[in-house]
Structure formats: structure tokens, C-alpha cells
């Protein structure tokens, strides 16, 4: 049974940093990971998808990576406002489901 | 392209009684999920729909959760009764295999609050 992992479950950062958000998974045969950011009381709006093939993606300002055979994702985000303070979720999909199996999330604060 | 839509958007009811709630996802994709999120945790698989048969309704607590998607497009996933550890957020998404990212799209939730 696939089981995610998110490190740390709370961050807080002074506005302007450079910061990594990192997931873990159990189960390597995976089809792809997506990362996406919730804001209080809203769902979830995806940021960036990776294919089991691919070693990363970016998008502006995030970039994240995937290493498959040690069960590994990283969410780097660059340059840090105010703005992106919102709780991040990994979630995989594997090769034997057809579902996304969630992380907990990393709540992240960007203080002025 | 339109989201994914839900609503409503907030509920409270008393414990015992029933809820419904309803989703429409994007147009043309073929599958639909339910996800429960309990504050702060991850969201959690509660049944997945193909077109409009189940593929996955393993950790739905039948006894008084259930769901339906009629003609493979809308659904709706009822409580009756609710209790008390029912209350979270539940989300809807929905996919297609034919998106060659095969990613999800989520909708805003419905906040369900059992006093």
C-alpha cells in the first residue's frame, strides 16, 4: 500500500528565501506526482505534474524534481512571498490504482 | 474549460441527520473522485467512478455514506446519519486518461460542520 510522507509538516520564512518542501513515498513503481497548494477553507489548485519518466518540472518560480528509485519528490520555491503562504500536497499516483494517494502537507507561512 | 463544480459550499447540520452533496465535473472526463480531509490531514480517497460504475469504493463506511453518478456525468455523495467525525471537507475531483498529464482537477469542497 503506497504511503506519503511530507517534511516539514509547518515552515515559516521570512519573505525573499529560497525555500525546499519535500515527499516521500513508499511504493517507487509510480505513474506520476503532483504537487498542489491549498489556501484556508479552498481545494486544491495544482501547481506542477511529473511523469514517472520525467526528473523534473517548472513553473515560474517553482521547479520540482522527481526521484523515483528512492522514493522522492522536492518542491523548490524561489524567492518567497507573502502570497504563496498556503498549505502544499504531494500526492502520487501509482501504476496499480487509478487514484492520487495524498501526503499530509506542509503548511508554509512567508512573513513580510 | 469550466472546473469542477460543487456546492454548497458550507453545511451545518445537527449529528443524525442527512446531507447530500453534489458535483459536476469537467466536461468529458471520464472519472470522478470523492476525497474526505480531515483539518490538517491530506485528502483521503472515500470512491472512485468510471463513467458510472465504481472502480474503488474501499474505505467508503457504507453503512451511511453513499454515492451515485448517474449517466457518467453528475454525482452526488449522500450522509445519512452523520455523526460527529464526519465533519471535513469534501472534495471532488475528476480526470481523464485521454489528458496525456492524467493529473487531477479539484473543485472548492463542500465545509460540512456535525454539531
Known amino acids: 500500500k503506497q504511503e506519503v510522507t511530507q517534511i516539514p509538516a509547518a515552515l515559516s520564512v521570512p519573505e525573499g528565501e529560497n525555500l525546499v518542501l519535500n515527499c516521500s513515498f513508499t511504493d517507487s513503481a509510480i505513474y506520476n506526482l503532483q504537487w498542489f497548494r491549498q489556501d484556508p477553507g479552498k481545494g486544491l489548485t495544482s501547481l506542477l505534474l511529473i511523469q514517472s519518466s520525467q526528473r523534473e518540472q517548472t513553473s515560474g518560480r517553482l521547479n520540482a524534481s522527481l526521484d523515483k528509485s528512492s522514493g522522492r519528490s522536492t518542491l523548490y520555491i524561489a524567492a518567497s512571498q507573502p502570497g504563496d503562504s498556503a498549505t502544499y500536497l504531494c500526492a502520487v499516483r501509482d501504476n496499480y490504482g487509478q487514484n492520487f494517494v495524498f501526503g499530509p502537507g506542509t503548511r508554509l507561512s512567508v512573513l513580510p | 474549460e469550466a472546473g469542477v463544480a460543487q456546492s454548497p459550499r458550507y453545511k451545518i447540520i445537527e449529528k443524525r441527520q442527512s446531507v447530500a452533496f453534489w458535483c459536476n465535473p469537467i466536461?468529458?472526463?471520464?472519472?470522478l473522485y470523492w476525497y474526505q480531509q480531515i483539518l490538517g490531514q491530506g485528502p483521503k480517497l472515500l470512491i472512485q467512478f468510471q463513467n458510472n460504475g465504481v472502480v474503488d469504493d474501499s474505505q467508503l463506511p457504507k453503512d451511511r455514506f453513499s454515492a451515485e453518478r448517474l449517466k457518467g456525468v453528475d454525482s452526488t455523495l449522500k450522509i445519512q446519519p452523520a455523526k460527529l467525525e464526519d465533519s471535513a471537507v469534501y472534495l471532488c475531483?475528476?480526470?481523464?486518461?485521454?489528458?496525456?498529464?492524467?493529473?487531477?482537477?479539484f473543485g472548492s469542497g463542500t465545509r460540512l460542520t456535525v454539531v
Open positions: 475531483a475528476s480526470s481523464s486518461s485521454r489528458d496525456t498529464n492524467y493529473g487531477y482537477t
Open positions: 466536461s468529458g472526463h471520464a472519472t
